[in-house]
Nanobody, 126 residues
């Protein structure tokens, strides 16, 4: 089992950057695929980015490709989401999630992740 805590959200102007962090507890973090999802008011939770347990496989949603970068450090039990070129459409609560223990299949669906953080708010003003 793993517990996740996100941080780094906030208010930023359009075009700005934020770096979200997700700190995990437990010695098994290194075996989990990790994902970032977001949910805007009145909308479904949507996939943003995912990284395999080894870091060798990465997926991005088309809407963030080229602007966001996911990375992880298993020694630090942390996964990050670097967000550049933010726009108002990126406003949402951002969640990190863990799933697919030592799986080669890196999921992009919320139901493929068993553990979730509490979320961190990102607000982009125009």
């Amino acid at each position: 089992q793993v517990q996740l805590v996100e941080s780094g959200g906030g208010l930023v102007q359009a075009g700005g950057s934020l770096r979200l962090s997700c700190a995990a507890s437990g010695r098994t973090f290194g075996g989990y695929n990790m994902g970032w999802f977001r949910q805007a008011p009145g909308k479904e939770r949507e996939f943003v980015a995912a990284i395999s347990w080894s870091g060798g496989t990465i997926h991005y949603a088309d809407s963030v490709k080229g602007r966001f970068t996911i990375s992880r450090d298993n020694a630090k039990n942390t996964v990050w989401l670097q967000m550049n070129g933010l726009n108002p459409e990126d406003t949402a609560v951002y969640y990190c999630a863990a799933g697919g223990y030592y799986s080669s299949a890196v999921g992009i669906g919320p139901n493929e992740y068993a553990y979730w953080g509490q979320g961190t708010q990102v607000t982009v003003s125009s």
